[in-house]
């Protein structure tokens, strides 16, 4: 079997380009790297120049996405409070998805550097699994265990309802963050 060939550089980020434009579904590094025959660092160093060149890439926990152009905007987006334990990040999330509302990133006000975004981009319960088993395998830690399990959502729905309605679920179990 013949070995494949490495791609150099600005064909490799061209290629690299085009599987995220093509795709409706992240990508990740150790996938673009098995395409391009090189090391999934070398991928890190490609989005890093397709990024400086202006190129919407997104890092998301279950790879890349290239942001396509906006159409105009039917979805409601909405910023909320929760608070909980590490323990209860997978039935939050669930619980928001189950209403059909897309869980966009996790946000916390870090007492040194301000305030910290992550991209999650789950909208099924399938890509809440994903990404809690990533979590698990990396053995990583959640933002909100900065601030004592007090963090926000960018979430976002197609109708207000919705994000009323998994606001009333989170509410119930004590989830969404309550001012005393």
Same mark, same amino acid.
């Given at each position: 079997m013949a070995e494949k060939k490495k791609m150099l550089g600005e064909e490799r980020r061209n290629f690299i380009l085009q /599987?995220?434009?093509?795709?409706? #579904?992240?990508? &990740?590094?150790?996938?673009?790297?098995k395409?391009?025959?090189?090391?999934r660092q070398?991928?890190?160093?490609?989005? &890093?120049?397709?990024?400086?060149?202006? +190129?919407?890439?997104?890092?998301?926990?279950q790879?890349?996405? $290239? !942001?396509?152009? =906006?159409?105009?905007k039917t979805a409601i987006e909405? &910023?909320?409070?929760?608070? *909980?334990?590490?323990e209860r990040v997978e039935e939050e999330l669930n619980l928001l998805v189950e209403h059909g509302v897309t869980v966009k990133d996790v946000k916390i006000e870090h007492p040194v550097y301000g305030d910290l975004t992550a991209s999650i981009m789950v909208s099924n319960r399938a890509e809440v699994a994903q990404f809690i088993r990533h979590i698990k395998?990396?053995?990583?830690? $959640?933002? =909100? +265990? /900065?601030?004592?399990? !007090? *963090?926000l959502h960018t979430v976002e729905a197609p109708s *207000?309802?919705?994000? +009323?309605? #998994?606001?009333?679920a989170l509410k119930e179990k004590g989830i969404l963050f309550m001012e005393n």
């Open positions: /599987l995220l434009q093509k795709s409706n #579904a992240p990508i &990740t590094g150790g996938e673009l790297a395409e391009t025959n090189v090391s070398i991928i890190v160093n490609d989005i &890093t120049l397709l990024k400086a060149k202006s +190129e919407p890439i997104l890092a998301t926990s790879g890349y996405l $290239y !942001i396509q152009p =906006s159409q105009p909405k &910023t909320i409070v929760c608070n *909980h334990p590490p395998k990396t053995k990583a830690s $959640y933002l =909100s +265990e /900065l601030t004592g399990g !007090i *963090h *207000h309802q919705q994000i +009323e309605s #998994a606001e009333q």
